[in-house]
């Protein structure tokens, strides 16, 4: 199946401090990309549909000006956890949609962010 | 609105034994039901997708799954269960035709006994 990276797989970082996740498709190109969060032993939820060369959709309650997301290419989509706090430590899961293909969304194996 | 009930976190089977994992789901309009499976340090991998098509879809590694819209349910199936088979196992809804805006599980983690 297609492969779908992220980079880094975890990262610590001290509260104040922003952090920027990347997320690939490394075998077709996607104009939509999805930002989900998963807590400790619950589901995922999305945060965001991340569409190439315009503005994200968030979900209702995310807060769009603290998590930055960049779609500049069609198999890149950044996410950027800016002045991060401790509740902002979670699991990040992007997905990336191949629509033209399988009409499948494939996942990406997610960043463990601590924040100190 | 749209939701997805698992239930039992937790579902432990022998080796060998049928495997049953739970999905209820609530939509307003007709769903499109998906089973995703995460092993540890991966991606979620898809394993099977129901689109209105026939109500008993076949996944990959012999896992199956019925659409019974009488009881609003989508439950993960497969004869006999194998010690790989232990892995974390999401269902997710979704209201368009397209896989997207997918609407998650609390997820159900598989385990299997030797």
């Known amino acids: 199946g297609a492969v779908v990276s992220q980079h880094p797989s975890w990262v610590i970082c001290k509260s104040g401090t922003s952090v920027k996740i990347e997320c690939r498709s490394l075998?077709?190109?996607?104009?939509?990309m999805f930002w989900y969060r998963q807590f400790p032993k619950q589901s995922l939820m999305l945060m965001a549909t991340?569409?190439?060369?315009?503005?994200?959709?968030?979900e209702q309650g995310v807060e769009k000006d603290k998590f930055l997301i960049n779609h500049a290419s069609l198999t890149l989509s950044t996410l950027t956890v800016t002045s991060a706090h401790p509740e902002d430590s979670s699991f990040y899961i992007c997905s990336a949609w191949d629509v033209v293909s399988t009409d499948t969304q494939y996942f990406g194996p997610g960043t463990r962010l601590t924040v100190l | 609105a749209q939701s997805v009930t698992q239930l039992g976190s937790h579902v432990s089977v022998s080796e060998g034994a049928l495997v049953l994992l739970r999905c209820n789901y609530s939509s307003s309009v007709p769903p499109y039901l998906f089973w995703y499976v995460q092993y540890p340090n991966q991606g979620l991998q898809l394993l099977l997708k129901y689109t209105s098509a026939a109500t008993l879809v076949k996944g990959i590694n012999g896992f199956e799954a019925e659409f019974k819209k009488s009881e609003t349910s989508f439950h993960l199936t497969k004869p006999s269960a194998h010690m790989s088979d232990a892995a974390e196992y999401f269902c997710a809804v979704s209201d368009r035709p397209g896989n997207e805006k997918l609407t998650f599980g609390t997820g159900t983690r598989l385990t299997i006994i030797p």
């Open positions: 991340s569409n190439e060369g315009s503005k994200a959709t968030y």
């Open positions: 075998d077709f190109q996607a104009t939509t």
